[in-house]
């Protein structure tokens, strides 16, 4: 089933079209739920923790459509104050919209980073 999960996720991710507004409006109302208390989620602004990134910065550390896996299999981090999120796909379809439309680098390409 997790595995079922997480090709559903990916595929929503990779077949989709241009973002819808209300896609958007969703996955922002899904991270600021989740991740506004420490990350800095719009295109300005300052992290309240600022050991946490700006969303907004994550092109530099990630492909975004790669974070698919991690956010519906459950996003876990090496440290303690970062709790473990778990999405349904249509919750990370909506997130990974939001994240690429506020990233500072648009990347328009349909590969991966790791060639670069």
């Known amino acids: ?23 958007l409006a969703r ?21 309240p923790d600022k050991a946490a990134p700006p969303f907004r910065n994550l092109h530099t550390r990630y492909q975004i459509d790669d974070l698919a896996e991690a956010l519906a299999e459950g996003l876990l981090t090496g440290h303690p104050a970062m709790p473990e999120f778990r999405f349904s796909p249509k919750d990370v379809r909506s997130i990974i919209a939001y994240l690429k439309s506020i990233q500072t680098h648009q990347d328009t390409s349909l590969g991966s980073l790791a060639g670069r």
């Open 27 to 47: 996955g922002e109302m899904l991270v600021r739920r989740h991740c506004a208390g420490c990350h800095a989620i719009g295109a300005v602004g300052v992290s």
């Open 1 to 23: 089933m997790r595995g079922a999960l997480v090709l559903l996720a990916l595929l929503a991710v990779g077949g989709s079209a241009a973002a819808q507004p209300a896609e």
